[in-house]
């Protein structure tokens, strides 16, 4: 930018939310400018994402339930089983190219929810229609080569690139109308009756009606945290390996805490991650990669004994975490004319279009049923 701006919604924050968020807006008419402090607006939290695309939620069915009661624990679920169909379906529809496959998933039982857990859980999820079923230690075996004492089988998940998906719908949204400025970064805002004005760190400003902020854990001061927490997770990736790997190339994790979370890629490699810790500094996170990489590839080889499980590559990212596993999306809280997506929870890209599809009703005046499940209140 060189000089002030105006606009009707701006986007503060440009990877794969901001991404989704903008594509929507401009399919339904709104031009947004989006807000990048970065150069690169996908090397944030997005560059990060292992992109397991699933409708579970780390909560299980059965204990959101117990969280918040059943009717509301019930359509956040199927909410998030749309989602993963809306984001399938728009990623044909656009011909966007991010190397997505349509995966089932496996959900191990472990030391949150056995295999008799497993089957209260599978029991609460057939009951609301959700596409799962339960092998047991024979059928688990047999089908994907994996020994536990039961597994909950689902489908209707994929995996995909996370880089590739949001700049594919970046992409999308600019030529649709919408404008990107980066590197810039917002250092202030001042709301008024006529909307907001947002301060940029080189002494421009942006004069939006609305603003919506898109920017992972790093939220302003606005944001409500309430019991919300950043948390750090590790990963990595093995050498390339496509004859040994697991049949059906299921995604995979754990009814555990920690709980490991594994998939494929389409040129055959292992991505493992987990270990996930209270965040500290990027700088103390950094310096454990080591040390949690050799506990990822001991689980790895413990649950696929064929793998050759050593880290070709390995780092680390934050993601935010909410006490039911839920994101929180809407308005602001005194600050009506700005919006808030917090993806919080290991389903981020799931809850980015989840945010994109309740976002775009509530900026167009449009009543949205499931607003209220996720907002701030």
């Known amino acids: 930018m060189t000089r002030n701006g105006t606009c009707d919604v701006a986007i503060v924050g440009g990877g794969i939310t901001g991404a989704l968020l903008s594509q929507s807006l401009t399919a339904s008419g709104i031009k947004p400018l989006i807000i990048e402090r970065r150069r690169d607006a996908l090397l944030g939290s997005t560059a990060a994402s292992t992109s397991l695309l699933q409708f579970e939620l780390d909560t299980p069915l059965v204990e959101l339930t117990r969280k918040i009661g059943r009717r509301a624990a019930e359509r956040i679920w199927r909410c998030s089983l749309e989602s993963i169909a809306e984001l399938r379906t728009r990623v044909r529809l656009l011909k966007i190219d991010a190397r997505m496959r349509p995966r089932p998933s496996l959900y191990l039982a472990g030391n949150v929810l056995d295999a008799a857990g497993l089957r209260r859980e599978l029991k609460a999820r057939q009951r609301v229609g959700l596409p799962s079923e339960l092998l047991e230690r024979k059928a688990l075996s047999r089908h994907f080569e994996i020994s536990r004492s039961a597994a909950i089988l689902s489908h209707g998940n994929a995996e995909a690139d996370p880089l590739a998906l949001a700049a594919g719908f970046l992409r999308r949204a600019l030529r649709e109308g919408a404008r990107l400025h980066a590197p810039n970064e917002v250092v202030d805002l001042y709301t008024h009756r006529r909307g ?38 590790w990963a990595m990736a093995t050498r390339a390996q496509p004859q040994k790997l697991w049949p059906q190339r299921a995604l995979i994790w754990e009814a555990s805490d920690p709980y490991l979370y594994l998939r494929t890629t389409p040129d055959g490699r292992v ?103 996720f907002a701030f209140e």
């Open 196 to 233: 907001v004005t947002l301060a940029l760190e080189h002494g421009l400003q942006i004069e939006a009606r609305r603003v919506v902020f898109c920017t992972g854990y790093e939220m302003p001061k606005i944001v409500p945290a309430g019991a919300n927490r950043i948390t750090s997770t």
């Open 271 to 373: 991505l493992c991650g987990g270990e996930d810790e209270e965040f500290t500094n990027e700088k103390r996170r950094d310096a454990r990669i080591e040390a949690k990489t050799a506990t990822l590839e001991r689980k790895l080889g413990k649950l696929h004994d064929r793998l050759d499980t050593r880290a070709a590559y390995r780092w680390a990212g934050c993601f935010g975490s909410s006490p039911a596993g839920t994101p929180t999306i809407g308005q602001i809280p005194g600050h009506p004319r700005c919006y808030a997506a917090l993806g919080y929870g290991g389903n981020g890209i799931t809850f980015a279009m989840l945010a994109a599809t309740l976002l775009t009703a509530q900026l167009r005046g449009t009543p949205e049923p499931h607003a209220r499940l």
